[in-house]
């Protein structure tokens, strides 16, 4: 479904953190006119400045086609509350990482339900506020909504905002969403904290050791505590089931530590159970056949790489760089699909480069 063209024209966004700034910034690329709100000033200020406006006058603030609420879900009915006032006939859509809550709480409030629409974009940064905003936060995310009872023309404002943002519109009810959350975001959340937590009094000098294992599984332990202690205490009951089967698989692992036979078993698990996660754009997982070529280290190395792609016509799917400082080449990994990969090593091999074979 899709909006009249020139329907959607101004969004008041409320919440100038993380979130909101980036939804603003996405929909200033389009054109849209943005008002960003927050109980801090300071915050709401420099977001306004980032979406390169002046804040709408009170003239075209009273024409706000879309309130969306951009603040933790424990603040959703206040906001609307006070809202409602000012935006009698807009549509209400909130981004808070529990759907439940916040759509029951509505039926509560002065809004009439069918013109609130809840969701949540699967997507976010360790670091929080306006300054760590980016326009493209949500390029190629997954953005979840739940259509249940929304009327038509809601529902299409709603959905023209998450295309806006370059996200992928998923229907899901409200309760699904929470239990795949907890899977899907909250477990990794919890755990990557339970591990970082571990590293408290470690000895001096054993971190000076930490590799990119380390680094990669506890990079969201970063995030702020305010926020995920509410989002876990609110999804308490589809999380706490989780947590249960991982201590029950925890203490297995303790017993049978030094059992050869069950640890293989147990890596095994893990790589089947990573290998479902899907690919980007919610595609399913792809095995990726990987390319290294080294390259010198001078400029214009790396754009002359990618542009050897482009006339090789393949589709580059991740990249890793290893350089060290005053090394005198670099090693430039390409992740392709099998029949890509082979393809790009013939094209590079006879261009000339450094090229090794495909793995």
């Given at each position: 479904?899709?909006?009249?063209?020139?329907?959607?024209?101004?969004?008041r966004?409320?919440?100038?953190?993380?979130?909101?700034?980036?939804?603003?910034?996405?929909?200033?690329?389009?054109?849209?006119?943005?008002?960003?709100?927050?109980s801090?000033?300071?915050?709401?200020?420099?977001?306004?400045?980032l979406?390169?406006?002046?804040?709408?006058?009170?003239?075209?603030?009273?024409?706000?086609?879309?309130?969306?609420?951009?603040?933790?879900?424990?603040?959703?009915?206040?906001?609307?509350?006070?809202?409602?006032?000012?935006?009698?006939?807009?549509?209400?859509?909130?981004?808070?990482?529990?759907?439940?809550?916040?759509?029951?709480?509505?039926?509560?409030?002065?809004?009439?339900?069918?013109?609130?629409?809840?969701?949540?974009?699967?997507?976010?940064?360790?670091?929080?506020?306006?300054?760590?905003?980016?326009?493209?936060?949500?390029?190629?995310c997954?953005?979840?909504?739940?259509?249940?009872?929304?009327?038509?023309?809601?529902?299409?404002?709603?959905?023209?905002?998450?295309?806006?943002?370059?996200?992928?519109?998923?229907?899901?009810?409200?309760?699904?969403?929470?239990?795949?959350?907890?899977?899907?975001?909250?477990?990794?959340?919890?755990?990557?904290?339970?591990?970082?937590?571990?590293?408290?009094?470690?000895?001096?000098?054993?971190?000076?050791?930490?590799?990119?294992?380390?680094?990669?599984?506890?990079?969201?332990?970063?995030?702020?505590?305010?926020?995920?202690?509410?989002?876990?205490?609110?999804?308490?009951?589809?999380l706490?089931?989780?947590?249960?089967?991982?201590?029950?698989?925890?203490?297995?692992?303790?017993?049978?530590?030094d059992?050869?036979?069950?640890?293989?078993?147990?890596?095994?698990?893990?790589?089947?159970?990573?290998?479902?996660?899907?690919?980007?754009?919610?595609?399913?997982?792809?095995?990726?056949?990987?390319l290294?070529?080294?390259?010198?280290?001078?400029?214009?190395?790396?754009?002359?790489?990618?542009?050897?792609?482009?006339?090789a016509?393949?589709?580059?799917?991740?990249?890793?760089?290893?350089?060290?400082?005053?090394?005198?080449?670099?090693?430039?990994?390409?992740?392709?699909?099998?029949?890509?990969?082979?393809?790009?090593?013939?094209?590079?091999?006879?261009?000339?480069?450094?090229?090794?074979?495909?793995?």
């Amino acid at each position: 479904m899709s909006v009249e063209p020139g329907r959607l024209r101004h969004v008041r966004i409320v919440g100038s953190g993380l979130i909101g700034t980036s939804i603003g910034l996405a929909l200033r690329k389009s054109g849209i006119l943005v008002t960003m709100v927050d109980s801090n000033r300071a915050a709401a200020t420099l977001a306004q400045d980032l979406m390169g406006q002046e804040a709408p006058s009170d003239a075209s603030a009273a024409l706000v086609d879309v309130v969306l609420i951009a603040t933790p879900s424990s603040a959703v009915t206040a906001v609307i509350d006070e809202e409602i006032k000012l935006n009698l006939n807009s549509t209400f859509m909130d981004v808070a990482s529990i759907k439940s809550k916040p759509k029951n709480e509505v039926t509560l409030s002065a809004l009439p339900s069918q013109r609130f629409l809840p969701t949540h974009p699967m997507a976010g940064r360790e670091v929080g506020g306006a300054e760590s905003a980016r326009g493209d936060l949500f390029q190629g995310c997954i953005w979840a909504y739940d259509p249940d009872g929304v009327d038509p023309q809601s529902l299409a404002l709603g959905l023209s905002i998450i295309t806006a943002c370059g996200a992928t519109p998923l229907a899901i009810s409200a309760q699904k969403h929470d239990d795949a959350v907890a899977v899907a975001s909250h477990l990794p959340q919890a755990v990557s904290t339970l591990l970082a937590r571990q590293l408290l009094g470690s000895e001096s000098g054993f971190l000076d050791l930490a590799g990119g294992g380390l680094r990669d599984t506890t990079r969201i332990a970063a995030s702020s505590p305010g926020l995920w202690s509410e989002i876990l205490s609110a999804n308490a009951s589809a999380l706490r089931p989780l947590l249960v089967n991982l201590q029950n698989d925890l203490a297995v692992l303790i017993e049978k530590l030094d059992d050869p036979k069950y640890l293989l078993t147990f890596m095994e698990g893990g790589n089947r159970g990573r290998a479902m996660i899907p690919g980007k754009h919610g595609s399913s997982s792809r095995d990726y056949t990987y390319l290294p070529v080294v390259i010198e280290d001078k400029p214009g190395q790396l754009a002359a790489l990618f542009e050897e792609c482009a006339k090789a016509n393949v589709n580059v799917e991740d990249l890793t760089i290893e350089h060290s400082p005053e090394q005198f080449t670099g090693l430039i990994t390409l992740a392709l699909s099998s029949d890509d990969a082979e393809k790009l090593f013939l094209h590079l091999e006879n261009a000339g480069w450094k090229v090794h074979s495909p793995r």
